[in-house]
């Protein structure tokens, strides 16, 4: 059986695609996909976030701002060597953006290496913020 004109145009397509400005309507996809190959040369990195135990990730392009979204962490990757891979989180805070983690060395499909820390530090993030809100709210 064929497949559908759309879907035989889809299957050829790059697994994300940049769009200038493009924002929310960039459809996220899940790590693991993107961690086969090298990042590619236009981006700064991918924003990741667990959502139901899975990494979901969308590329920042280098011409975006280099501010990463408070709450968001946003990894990168370099090949170090044969089937190795050197990985960076850093994590966008309210005033700045800090070093989360580094992974040197790492092989094949690292994002279940990273993902403990990513899902972690995002959730405790979250909770944070929620705390806060609460507590201006019952201190006003």
């Not at 940049?18 to 090298?38: D, H």
């Not at 991918?46 to 501010?67: F, K, N, Q, Y």
């Not at 060597?81 to 960076?88: C, F, H, I, L, S």
């Amino acid at each position: 059986m064929s497949a559908a004109p759309a879907e035989a145009d889809r299957a050829g397509r790059p697994v994300l695609t940049l769009v200038r400005g493009a924002g929310p309507g960039v459809t996220p996809v899940e790590l693991s996909t993107l961690t086969r190959a090298p990042m590619p040369t236009d981006v700064r990195g991918a924003i990741v976030t667990p959502v139901h135990g899975r990494l979901m990730a969308t590329w920042r392009s280098r011409s975006e701002p280099s501010r990463i979204p408070q709450g968001r962490v946003l990894l990168s990757w370099r090949p170090a060597g044969e089937d190795r891979t050197d990985v960076t989180a850093h994590l966008g805070l309210a005033g700045a953006q800090v070093l989360l983690a580094l992974w040197p060395g790492l092989r094949g499909d690292w994002s279940a290496v990273v993902r403990p820390t990513v899902a972690e530090v995002t959730e405790l993030h979250a909770v944070l913020r929620l705390a806060t809100v609460v507590l201006e709210h019952l201190t006003d």
